[in-house]
């Protein structure tokens, strides 16, 4: 055991005394890195069909009057009535919001002065009809009450949570389907997924309406318009590493 010490400690105390003498020992330390590039990427779809539980009511009123202050005061009134009227269907009142609300002069343009004859004052409201079974009473009861610029009527669902999650869950199996016949087909192996992309949604569907005058609201028979269905539809996209 001496003479191995001995020998471990001669070693030490030569190289000590050499790299004194020529310098420390140069060492070189090459590193290689690899990166992997190939990948494929496949698209999937799902769609997923909805029955609306909601309906939105765009009821507007136009008035025109040859003040400014007619002319708004009679959009208010018109306004006012229309709400409370929807209301009494048993709309909340967080479900009734302004839109749009615009007051403009009225020009002649057959005078070189181009001069106002008087004022014309616009507002629309937005109504959410929680209960479908309201919509065409919604209608009818804005109408009545004043509404003359009843653009059209939306259907849409509510909370569409789920319905997304099961697109979702279509769309992938659908991308991952078509990368494992891919792979199948042009003899690669599919390695982990890398990246994941989405796109889609629902679109609520609208139902057009036509501008309405009081006159013919009051011959016109009740309303009858139809939820039908909507479609939600996701598309994903997944990236392999190809092995």
Not at 123 to 150: C, E, P
């Amino acid at each position: 055991m001496k003479h191995t010490a001995g020998i471990v400690i001669l070693f030490f105390l030569c190289f000590f005394a050499y790299t004194k003498v020529a310098g420390p020992i140069p060492f070189s330390v090459s590193s290689i890195i690899t990166e992997k590039t190939d990948t494929f990427s496949v698209s999937g779809e799902g769609e997923i069909t909805m029955i609306p539980d909601i309906a939105v009511v765009s009821a507007g009123v136009r008035a025109q009057s040859d003040t400014v202050t007619s002319a708004q005061e009679e959009l208010n009134s018109t306004m006012n009535a229309i709400a409370n009227a929807v209301k009494q269907l048993g709309i909340n009142e967080k479900d009734i919001k302004t839109t749009r609300y615009s007051i403009s002069p009225i020009y002649d343009y057959d005078t070189p002065e181009r001069s106002i004859t008087g004022y014309e004052a616009d507002a629309t409201l937005s109504i959410k009809v929680r209960k479908l079974n309201n919509a065409n009473q919604v209608i009818d009861a804005a109408t009545a009450n004043g509404a003359n610029q009843v653009g059209g009527i939306t259907f849409d669902v509510d909370d569409k949570t789920k319905a997304e999650n099961q697109a979702r869950e279509l769309a992938v199996k659908d991308a991952k389907s078509k990368a494992e016949q891919a792979a199948r087909t042009a003899g690669f192996t599919l390695g982990k997924i890398i990246h994941y992309s989405e796109d889609g949604g629902a679109s609520p569907r609208p139902v057009m309406m036509g501008k309405l005058s009081l006159d013919s609201v009051q011959e016109a028979p009740p309303t009858q318009v139809e939820p039908g269905s909507t479609e939600l539809t996701v598309q994903v996209t997944l990236s392999y590493e190809i092995r």
